[in-house]
């Protein structure tokens, strides 16, 4: 299917984006004249429209109109990297970010309100569209069900992100923080406009369950398997996005149960909704888009992809490889002891090579995003890796002691990179108490999640745990560290940008200053 073609009619249903702000009031381009009648008159058209949909989830526009992979297409893993400390911002690109002087009209922030508001609205309009094709029998029942389960999967996940980025976490007071607007209707006309401008900024707990309903929806009504496979919403991908907001929530029970309908009780764990598992090898998910592990991306192309300046290759690679050298491996996890030396992720995934700033510069990066001239790395949003560690973690919460069962799931995954698993796998005798064992699962998160954005989610629900916060955004190094020296593992970690305090405003994202002027009902993050 042409993936213009995706983007025209699309486009053309997106009466008004009010993303960021209300000032974007009509889509102006020429074929703006396509009605939504028209837009979902046939079922060929109604695929058109739901690949629509996801392709607003991998590029929505940016601040200056470019594609730079906003909200999901790079950017929430470029960007949940780069809030914080285990990689290095090599030049000025994610500065802002990475030292958290951002205010409520830096790009890349209310970038990302735009592009998640402009998803949440396309696949709003797009619900409408086919509950009424459904109801004239354009598409069957089944269809236009399942249609409207990928659109809300793809609205809660793009809801969530936002409450993660611009909200205190859940448990602080038990979600009672201000949360985002949740958007649960099309924003097409002027009736709707004047809508919004009456409902306030709701709770994070409100929030959370919203995302619940709408996942439960998805669960219900996803086929175990779709094509294609990964880059469509399935119902293990719903359980598993649902896993992951009940991890924010600390609803261990939650986890679990949702965790039992993805992973066996024992190895080898292979799901028994989609035949979801582990790859044999720690790149499998990245030398093949759609291995047996990628349970959702979002898919980028030779001909689509989010661009020089957003791209995850072009981002993450060595400059030497035919990257832009931006994003560099920190020492501070590079050089963590709990991270073997011997582990076969640090060769298979990572590699020395030359930075943005010259010839003469030095750091590791990473190859999971290696398609540096086709720029046709999908972006990994939920692997079977994260579901096993999900799980895991939610087991040894919950446990009175140390959990084998979580033992199990732990190894499961860290196993497959250890040069000798049968001497180096983790046992009961290996850990005094379950906060030790909760502990080595979230390191497990950081060494194999590094690069894929997941850093940001982990400090974020994390925070108020006495256990295992960062007490904030963590001290990290200073940008563009660079150099040989800095690398060693077991050795020295150096970070010398301070800390923010999770106090400090600048833990949360501001809401664009946009959308606060022309929707002065949404209350502005405190102090900015």
Not at 220 to 228: D, E, Q
Request: glycine share 8%; with cysteine; proline share 5%.
């Amino acid at each position: 299917m042409k993936r213009n073609a995706i983007k025209i009619l699309a486009s053309a249903m997106v009466v008004l984006g009010i993303a960021t702000g209300c000032e974007k009031s009509l889509d102006k381009a020429p074929f703006n004249a396509i009605t939504d009648d028209v837009a979902f008159a046939t079922a060929d058209r109604c695929l058109l429209a739901m690949n629509g949909v996801y392709d607003a989830a991998q590029s929505s526009p940016y601040t200056d109109g470019s594609v730079r992979g906003y909200p999901f297409g790079a950017a929430n893993i470029e960007q949940g990297d780069a809030r914080g400390e285990d990689i290095i911002n090599v030049a000025a690109f994610f500065q802002i970010t990475y030292q958290a002087t951002y205010n409520a009209t830096t790009a890349n922030n209310v970038g990302m309100w735009g592009a998640l508001y402009a998803l949440i609205n396309k696949a709003n309009i797009s619900i409408d569209g086919f509950r009424i094709a459904g109801t004239n029998g354009v598409i069957t029942d089944a269809v236009a069900k399942q249609y409207e389960a990928e659109c809300r999967f793809l609205r809660a996940m793009a809801h969530h992100e936002a409450v993660i980025l611009y909200a205190r976490p859940y448990l602080d007071g038990n979600g009672n923080k201000l949360g985002v607007p949740y958007r649960d209707f099309a924003i097409n006309s002027g009736s709707a406009v004047d809508q919004i401008k009456t409902i306030a900024r709701p709770t994070v707990a409100e929030n959370y369950a919203k995302i619940l309903e709408d996942l439960e929806f998805a669960e219900a009504n996803l086929p175990n398997t779709i094509s294609p496979a990964t880059v469509r919403a399935s119902k293990a991908a719903a359980i598993a996005l649902k896993m992951r907001v009940k991890l924010h929530m600390g609803d261990w029970p939650g986890v679990i149960t949702e965790g039992a309908k993805l992973v066996p009780n024992t190895a080898p764990f292979v799901s028994p909704i989609g035949g979801w598992t582990l790859t044999a090898t720690p790149n499998g998910p990245f030398t093949n888009n759609s291995s047996v592990e990628s349970i959702f991306s979002i898919r980028n192309d030779a001909l689509d992809n989010t661009g020089t300046n957003g791209a995850l290759p072009s981002m993450y690679g060595a400059a030497n490889l035919g990257a832009r050298g931006l994003i560099a491996v920190s020492p501070i996890i590079w050089n963590n002891g709990g991270w073997l030396c011997d582990d076969i992720r640090r060769t298979s995934l990572y590699t020395t090579g030359v930075n943005a700033n010259g010839a003469s510069t030095f750091n590791y990066f990473t190859t999971k995003y290696s398609r540096y001239t086709t720029r046709e790395d999908f972006a990994p949003q939920i692997r079977y890796a994260e579901v096993l560690l999900m799980l895991a973690e939610a087991e040894a919460r919950q446990a009175a002691g140390v959990s084998t069962r979580a033992i199990s799931l732990l190894n499961a995954v860290r196993n497959r990179a250890l040069a000798n698993p049968t001497t180096q796998q983790y046992t009961a005798a290996s850990f005094a108490t379950k906060v030790d064992l909760v502990r080595a699962i979230l390191l497990e998160r950081r060494i194999e999640f590094l690069c894929e954005g997941k850093r940001w989610g982990d400090i974020h629900r994390n925070v108020m745990d006495a256990n295992y916060t960062t007490s904030g955004i963590p001290a990290k190094y200073q940008n563009a560290s660079q150099g040989a020296s800095i690398y060693s593992c077991g050795g020295a970690i150096n970070a010398t940008q301070a800390a923010v305090p999770y106090a400090d405003f600048k833990f949360v994202w501001p809401i664009p200053a946009s959308e606060v002027v022309q929707n002065p009902i949404i209350e502005q993050n405190p102090d900015y």
